[in-house]
């Protein structure tokens, strides 16, 4: 049984990233090769990163003025709760905690738009860098007009996969929520344990954004594949996202602690370095979005899937599938 998706190679083609990186463990494997994937294909990279750039930045901006104020306040009251902190009274709890949750309701109601600006920028993004890093490791060309062509196509059906995965993280943050809130050592070690199987569960997700952008299948089709490939490579696939989780939360965390600090930084400052801070994550998750790519073709390796010939003719490339796995992506929602 066969799977296709769409190329603008007309040639016969399947290439091996560089030979030495096989010898290295496979976690720096793979970061190392999609450091290099952007090189690859430098016509299309570069407008895709100024794109990335500019909206987030962008964004930020419009919405820096109107949210700076609340999100200070929110910071500083999320601050107080943070461990050590002095004793709070019984009665002043759920008032600060209240107090909290006014704040992050406005701060939403008034984000709204920027969100979905956000969401839809990062979507469009995804599908062209996913596609375009894709076509570098597989050493096919690739030009501008296939790409915006591909990005067409497959945008809603990676909006699905999307929408899967937003609708699975929010259920799994509600049931990780119910844990116990007392600091013992047995509620400690079950965050641990919430926290690790999130970063295995986000890594399944995130493969499946990326095999909605290159392949043909997407919704629960691209999740069901996800799961047959991240079998024995579990391991190599958390660690990545443990890797790009801790840079982005300390690209964050920065700012989080600039915007929190007594006394308060000058807005004028505040707006610099919130728009680098802006510009620093935003070329982070391009990266992130090239090594899971690279991911994606390591499980593909793994199960045997590039051993065979991949056939490239009028426009599309075929690639077999394991009868079980192509059985599961039949579905697409």
Known sequence: MTFLFFSSSKTTTTTAMATSSSKLPPVISILREALLLPAKTLP?????????????????SSTFLSIS???????????????????IPADALPRLLADALVDVLAVARLHYGPILAAFAASLLLLVAASYAFAMAYLGSSLSPQTLVARVVDRSYK????????????????????????TLTTSALSLSGVSILLYFYLYTRWSMSLVISAVEETWGIGALS???ELFIGNKATGTALTLILMAVRLAIYGA?????????PTP??????????????????????????????YHCRKSHGLDEQVVKVEEGFIYSPLPYSTAVKVGANY
Do not use: C, N
């Not at 910071?75 to 902190?85: C, G, Q, V």
């Open 44 to 60: 299309l990279f570069l407008p895709l990163l100024l794109f990335s750039l500019a909206s987030s930045t962008l964004l930020f």
């Open 69 to 87: 104020p609340l999100l200070s306040d929110l910071l500083h009251k999320a601050k107080s709760l943070a461990p050590p902190r002095p004793p």
């Open 158 to 181: 990676a909006m699905v996969t999307r929408l899967y995965v937003l609708a699975l993280s929010i259920g799994y943050s509600s049931v990780a929520g119910d844990s116990p809130k």
């Open 225 to 227: 594949w996800s799961v």
């Open 255 to 263: 700012f989080a602690a600039l915007v929190a600090s007594d006394p």
């Open 267 to 296: 807005p004028d400052q505040l707006m610099k370095v919130g728009a680098a801070t802006a510009a620093a994550a935003a070329a982070w998750e391009l990266y992130g979005v090239s090594v899971y790519t690279v991911f994606y």
